[in-house]
């Protein structure tokens, strides 16, 4: 069974910085691709970014130039660096993974770390 597991959310003022580590169970390259996604209460959850199996790497506009997705394939591991948090970045981020089988997206979740941006 597929697990992904988050960490290194938490409360920070404006301006901090986090990173965001999603733990894959088994072989991170058996995705088609993984990714980071936010969801605020009362709003539609969003993509921040996703990296393919072969490394295309996508960014939402709103964040684009800001966050950072990495992938380290031996330890099964994505990263999500955000460098200067703003409020708006307030959200339960999730991570995200996907496997095509017979032309089916299926789609693995994690439960969530929350990084919340308030001075």
């Known amino acids: 069974q597929v697990q992904l597991v988050e960490s290194g959310g938490g409360l920070v003022q404006p301006g901090e910085s986090l990173r965001l580590s999603c733990a894959v169970s088994?072989?991170?390259?058996?995705?088609?691709?993984v990714g980071w996604y936010r969801q605020d209460p009362g709003k539609q959850r969003e993509l921040v970014a996703s990296?393919?199996?072969?490394?295309?790497?996508n960014y939402a506009d709103s964040v684009k130039g800001r966050f950072t997705i990495s992938r380290d394939n031996a330890k099964n591991t994505m990263y999500l660096q955000i460098p200067s948090l703003k409020p708006e970045d307030t959200a339960v981020y999730l991570c995200?993974?996907?496997?095509?089988?017979?032309?089916?997206?299926?789609?693995?979740w994690g439960q969530g770390t929350q990084v919340t941006v308030s001075s």
């Open positions: 995200n993974a996907g496997v095509v089988i017979f032309s089916r997206r299926h789609d693995y």
């Open positions: 088994g072989n991170i390259l058996a995705f088609e691709d």
């Open positions: 990296i393919s199996r072969d490394g295309n790497i």
